[in-house]
């Protein structure tokens, strides 16, 4: 029976555990002596792992790359109070199950795909409507959707990532609605479905590891999600309807230094930016949580990407 990331114990020594590889490196010490830097991963999280030049030739780590699976002997410690593996062995295996691999959403795909077309057909717009079923009326598009992670990292970096993101933040989106009356709801819905689209261009998953394209790397998901509205634009499409929903995409981020090049200048692309950042946050804090489940209370390890520890009562 596998050992899963989320249960390993300061302490614990596995034998022939598998995990997928996310990063490898080599580094140096202070001593410059040469030592591997890995993370590997499961379904239930990722840990940091090391090895030691002396433990060289127990580890065949040549040719290693992200998205393949090896198979370890790890003794598992506490350093800087996070867990870490000191690998002891590794090897190449094709000898795995990848559920056990692959983080996947929690939730029906299907029934989040059903609730994602009713939003759709609620828009009473009939030019955002029209536009919204011309893109998911594509089959191959819709398959790829269903599976779509909506980050490589950080925050729903799953299988049916990008769909759980999508509702989570309509969901979100209603209180705003609801207080704040000038905001066009059919625009800001149109925006939420819209504003990672370009996520299925960016990411992919190659192995058992979420990876940025090449085109994710040379052009960005904001660029491609606006092309492939573009495309399905319905003739007659208004213009300035469009240039607002542009605007939404590519000010989503809200920040020059979160990726947007512009900051939101509408009530519209406001409420998607703080409710893409709210899910996006809360989200990560949610992880802490989970992976923190069945240890002693305290503080969980250090979240890079929200800059604190969060408390496990």
């Not at 609801?178 to 905001?183: G, I, R, V």
């Not at 990876?211 to 003739?235: C, E, S």
């Not at 090049?261 to 946050?281: G, L, N, W, Y």
């Amino acid at each position: 029976m596998k050992i899963f990331v989320k249960d390993l114990k300061d302490g614990d020594f596995i034998t022939d555990e598998v995990f997928s590889v996310e990063e490898v490196q080599m580094h140096k010490t202070r001593a410059q002596n040469p030592y591997y830097r890995l993370v590997l991963q499961d379904r239930t999280g990722e840990v940091s792992a090391k090895i030691w030049q002396d433990d060289f030739p127990n580890c065949h780590i040549k040719n290693l790359e992200s998205g393949d699976v090896v198979k370890v002997d790890a003794q598992i410690q506490s350093y800087n109070d996070q867990l870490q593996m000191i690998l002891k062995k590794l090897d190449k295996t094709e000898d795995y199950d990848i559920s056990d691999l692959v983080q996947s959403t929690d939730k029906d795909l299907e029934k989040m795909y059903s609730q994602l077309l009713a939003v759709i057909n609620d828009v009473k717009s009939k030019d955002l409507k029209n536009l919204l079923k011309d893109i998911f009326g594509d089959e191959v598009f819709v398959k790829k959707y269903k599976r779509a992670p909506a980050a490589e990292k950080v925050h729903h970096d799953f299988v049916g990532g990008l769909l759980e993101h999508t509702l989570e933040m309509l969901d979100m989106s209603e209180p705003l609605l609801k207080s704040y009356p000038e905001a066009d709801k059919d625009l800001v819905v149109a925006g939420i479905i819209l504003h990672d689209i370009g996520k299925l261009e960016e990411l992919a998953l190659k192995k058992t590891a979420i990876i940025r394209t090449t085109k994710g790397r040379l052009i960005g998901h904001l660029v491609l999600g606006i092309d492939l509205t573009r495309d399905h634009l319905p003739k007659e499409f208004p213009d300035e309807l469009w240039m607002k929903l542009e605007h939404i995409i590519i000010s989503h981020q809200g920040e020059l230094e979160n990726g947007s090049p512009i900051k939101p200048a509408t009530i519209e692309a406001a409420i998607v930016h703080f409710v893409d950042h709210a899910s996006s946050q809360i989200r990560q804090f949610q992880k802490a949580i989970k992976l923190g489940e069945g240890r002693d209370p305290g503080f969980s390890e250090w979240q890079k990407w929200i800059g604190t520890q969060v408390y496990l009562d």
